[in-house]
């Protein structure tokens, strides 16, 4: 099991709890992308320039949403390691409450601003599964 750990704000966490909120938003950033995509051989900018120009050419392909198929997996297959995340625990805020999900999978698009998600900004989006814990 492979495991992203990502602290929420008050608001979010309870809606994630009850059920109400499907998805987590992160902006596209070199951290991020880090966090998300994979380690970085080179230097960070070096590195994430290209994979970051890669992204915005899909983008600009597929209009400002992306199909829900349309994963990172399938847009950095070669060159650029995915990192495996299979779960997402997130914790209320930075104490030691938690809730475990299964992650369906992780795509790029625009998010919904009533759960976070930046207006008219595209996002990785982590698509949460069924709860495990």
């Known amino acids: 099991m ?4 990502l602290p929420l704000k008050k ?3 309870l809606m994630i ?5 499907p998805d987590e938003y992160r902006r596209i950033t070199p951290y ?10 080179l230097g960070i900018k070096d590195y994430w320039e290209p994979v970051l120009e890669r992204i915005f050419e899909a983008i600009r392909e597929y209009g400002e949403r992306m199909p829900n198929s349309y ?3 399938n ?8 990192r ?8 209320y805020g930075y104490t030691r409450r938690t809730m475990l999900f299964e992650i369906d999978h992780i795509s790029i698009g625009l998010g ?14 982590l698509k949460i599964g069924k709860r495990v814990q």
């Not at 492979?2 to 750990?5: C, E, K, R, Y």
């Not at 919904?112 to 989006?125: E, K, Y």
């Open 17 to 21: 709890e009850s059920g109400v909120k």
């Open 71 to 73: 994963n990172l997996q």
């Open 32 to 41: 991020w992308c880090n966090r998300l995509l994979g380690s970085c051989p």
């Open 11 to 13: 608001q979010y966490y």
């Open 75 to 82: 847009l950095l297959v070669g060159q650029y390691g995915v």
């Open 84 to 91: 495996d995340y299979t779960h997402v625990r997130f914790r």
């Open 2 to 5: 492979n495991v992203l750990d």
């Open 112 to 125: 919904n601003p009533d759960w976070g998600a930046p207006d008219g900004v595209m996002v990785f989006i």
